[in-house]
């Protein structure tokens, strides 16, 4: 094998190891937590540090977080008016409903690059599978038929996205509820989570650097042949 060959067979390997990083969605806040484990640097944002009627212009937020969104006649704002998944206070707009509906997005901008994202999405009864969806670069994932947990008077789904590749991540995520036809949802978002990188690096990374110190040394031994 010439050294073409042999670089280019390198580099195939490391093409096939980067290949297996993908963004993986989750729908239980259990496995999100399972999943984010290893991660470092989590923090979780579940307003209830804020005064319920506290709004939020586009461009502006809390904890770290700031929200952008275009959403004609309404703002975000922080409510209490109906059950949520931790506290008394969640993330809605400054309508009848205290919620977003189906046809709103907002954008999370999380202020550093993280490799998760997570939160529950609160709705009534009459949620549909794939009405709500939270996204990231590099993929998206959308509530199931079967809520994670209940509350007061209602039901919350989790959504949660977790980037596998280290040197990779995102500093946004967007909510969006998917408009369905005529049909009409109202939700809420609390307990928005998200983490960096862990300290300690992946098997995928191990196996990048020592793939990559193996062409090295090879062509540090082909020099001295050479000579």
């Given amino acids: 094998m010439n050294t073409r060959q042999t670089l280019a067979a390198s580099g195939l390997a490391l093409a096939a190891i980067g290949s297996q990083a993908a963004v993986t969605g989750y729908t239980t806040k259990g496995a999100f937590d399972v999943a984010i484990a290893g991660l470092v640097g989590a923090q979780t944002v579940d307003f209830d540090s804020v005064a319920a009627g506290t709004s939020f212009a586009s461009g502006t ?24 998944t931790s506290g008394t206070n969640y993330l809605g707009l400054d309508n009848p409903d205290t919620a977003f509906y189906l046809g709103d997005s907002i954008t999370i901008d999380f ?25 990231v670069a590099g993929g998206s994932v959308f509530n199931s038929a079967t809520a994670d947990t209940l509350v007061s008077d209602g039901q919350a789904f989790y959504l949660g996205l977790v980037e596998s590749d280290p040197t990779l991540g995102f500093s946004t995520a967007t909510i969006h509820g998917v408009p369905s036809g005529g049909a009409f949802l109202a939700f809420s978002a609390d307990d928005i989570t998200s983490a960096t990188v862990s300290a300690v690096p992946e098997p995928e990374t191990y196996a990048l650097m020592l793939a990559g110190l193996g062409v090295m040394a090879w062509l540090r031994r082909s020099r001295r042949h050479h000579r």
Avoid: K, P
């Fill in 61 to 84: 937020g809390t904890g770290g977080l700031t929200f952008n969104y275009s959403i004609a006649g309404y703002t975000a704002q922080v409510s209490n008016t109906f059950g949520t």
């Fill in 111 to 135: 202020g550093r690059v993280v490799h998760a994202a997570g939160l529950y999405l609160i709705t009534g009864s009459d949620a549909q599978a794939g009405d709500l969806e939270l996204s």
